[in-house]
T-cell receptor, first 111, second 114 residues
Framework: GQNIDQPTEMTATEGAIVQINCTYQTSGFNGLFWYQQHAGEAPTFLSYNVLDGLEEKGRFSSFLSRSKGYSYLLLKELQMKDSASYLCAVRFSGGSYIPTFGRGTSLIVHP | DSGVTQTPKHLITATGQRVTLRCSPRSGDLSVYWYQQSLDQGLQFLIQYYNGEERAKGNILERFSAQQFPDLHSELNLSSLELGDSALYFC?????????????FGSGTRLTVV
């Protein structure tokens, strides 16, 4: 299968740093996305990784290790508005390259 | 505004009925993707159209169908509706030539079957 695993829920404190992990089956891997989704709203694109390493974009960074089938999204200087669901999605060559989404990690940021 | 327009935003209908959801992709995007999101399943890919032709199929039920028109807007038809079809239905479109800018989602249609 193309299981994509993320923790269901995480909590963190405003101003802190949080790391959201995602693991996936490595066979046929062709790119990984992170999306942010506030309740009842559309997912919005955060990052795309296809090569190993860290991509930094403001307060958000995304890391990929293709050999380990592992990615993480790092959120720094957390703000209350970062409370949302974070979706990891992977493109597989056997799946017409359509992103397969994990179930998402619900992040709760408290004061 | 993401540039992907979905209508209607909300839809309440009875079991056994048929509904049509509409999506206009972002200007210049040729690909349209339909996803279903329910509380227990997450985002599930249904179907993709590219420039009017079906490109890929996911977990789409036989009661569901879609098409993309010459002006590139797309419609998702859901028939013989069941309570379990209640969900958020998202349309997304993508830039040709690569996924680096991601797939842009519309704001969704919330379907409630009663």
């Amino acid at each position: 299968g193309q299981n994509i695993d993320q923790p269901t829920e995480m909590t963190a404190t405003e101003g802190a740093i949080v790391q959201i992990n995602c693991t996936y089956q490595t066979s046929g891997f062709n790119g990984l996305f992170w999306y942010q989704q506030h309740a009842g709203e559309a997912p919005t694109f955060l990052s795309y990784n296809v090569l190993d390493g860290l991509e930094e974009k403001g307060r958000f960074s995304s890391f990929l290790s293709r050999s380990k089938g592992y990615s993480y999204l790092l959120l720094k200087e957390l703000q209350m508005k970062d409370s949302a669901s974070y979706l990891c999605a992977v493109r597989f060559s056997g799946g017409s390259y359509i992103p397969t989404f994990g179930r998402g990690t619900s992040l709760i940021v408290h004061p | 505004d993401s540039g992907v327009t979905q209508t209607p935003k909300h839809l309440i209908t009875a079991t056994g009925q048929r509904v049509t959801l509409r999506c206009s992709p972002r200007s210049g995007d040729l690909s349209v993707y339909w996803y279903q999101q329910s509380l227990d399943q997450g985002l599930q890919f249904l179907i993709q159209y590219y420039n009017g032709e079906e490109r890929a199929k996911g977990n789409i039920l036989e009661r569901f169908s879609a098409q993309q028109f010459p002006d590139l807007h797309s419609e998702l038809n859901l028939s013989s509706l069941e309570l379990g079809d209640s969900a958020l239905y998202f349309c997304a479109s993508s830039v040709d030539g690569g996924p680096q800018r991601g797939y842009t989602f519309g704001s969704g249609t919330r379907l409630t079957v009663v």
